[in-house]
């Protein structure tokens, strides 16, 4: 349960007890409804906040209270190009706000952190296909891939390395970044 701040110190715990160290948490839980903005109910609005945001705080500083007892360690947060843009339809106006957070929490805690030797970014795909986003919709498919330069959607298996990326000592000298991954989206 990402929202349960003792559950995410009991999977430090046993990350550390199973492997014998733990440097990295990537933060990918996420939810997501699809629908006008007067029609988004408080439960689903909340349900999105509470699994964005707050469980990816939680988790966060349950993984840093940690990283500062052992020299350091890793934050990959997934955000998205939902921050950034104004997605068409509009029909999933919670799920932006929550994202937009996640790039600013992110650049808070990379600020914050950087003197703890605990760096935190994101990556901010584009539209992906997995089962939280309909990309195959007709509703959908038109705006948000037909209309793309590259015109398809990303499959998790291309979002993957970056996250690796930002996870390795590779980026060792990268904090506060969001990465985006969309296939050029966002160039309109």
């Given at each position: 349960?990402?929202?349960?701040?003792?559950?995410?110190?009991?999977?430090?715990?046993?990350?550390?007890?199973?492997?014998?160290?733990?440097?990295?948490?990537?933060?990918?839980?996420?939810?997501?409804?699809?629908?006008?903005?007067?029609?988004?109910?408080?439960?689903?609005?909340?349900?999105?906040?509470?699994t964005n945001v707050s469980g990816?705080?939680?988790?966060?500083?349950?993984?840093?209270?940690?990283?500062?007892?052992?020299?350091?360690?890793?934050?990959?947060?997934?955000?998205?190009?939902?921050?950034?843009?104004?997605?068409?339809?509009?029909?999933?106006?919670?799920?932006?706000?929550?994202?937009?957070?996640?790039?600013?929490?992110?650049?808070?805690?990379?600020?914050?952190?950087?003197?703890?030797?605990?760096?935190?970014?994101?990556?901010?795909?584009?539209?992906?296909?997995?089962?939280?986003?309909?990309?195959?919709?007709?509703?959908?498919?038109?705006?948000?891939?037909?209309?793309?330069?590259?015109?398809?959607?990303?499959?998790?298996?291309?979002?993957?390395?970056?996250?690796?990326?930002?996870?390795?000592?590779?980026?060792?000298?990268?904090?506060?970044?969001?990465?985006?991954?969309?296939?050029?989206?966002?160039?309109?």
């Amino acid at each position: 349960d990402v929202n349960d701040r003792e559950s995410g110190r009991a999977a430090v715990a046993a990350a550390v007890e199973a492997t014998g160290r733990f440097d990295i948490l990537v933060n990918n839980a996420g939810a997501c409804f699809h629908r006008p903005a007067l029609e988004v109910p408080d439960a689903e609005w909340d349900e999105v906040f509470a699994t964005n945001v707050s469980g990816l705080w939680k988790l966060s500083q349950s993984a840093a209270e940690h990283f500062k007892t052992v020299g350091g360690g890793t934050i990959v947060n997934v955000g998205s190009i939902s921050a950034q843009i104004v997605n068409r339809p509009q029909w999933q106006p919670a799920y932006n706000a929550s994202k937009a957070a996640v790039h600013q929490l992110t650049k808070s805690l990379a600020a914050e952190w950087a003197p703890l030797n605990i760096r935190v970014n994101a990556v901010a795909p584009g539209y992906t296909k997995t089962e939280m986003a309909p990309v195959d919709e007709p509703r959908f498919k038109a705006r948000w891939i037909d209309d793309a330069p590259m015109q398809r959607y990303a499959v998790p298996e291309e979002i993957a390395p970056t996250v690796l990326f930002l996870a390795s000592d590779a980026s060792s000298f990268m904090t506060g970044s969001v990465v985006v991954i969309d296939g050029g989206y966002t160039l309109h």
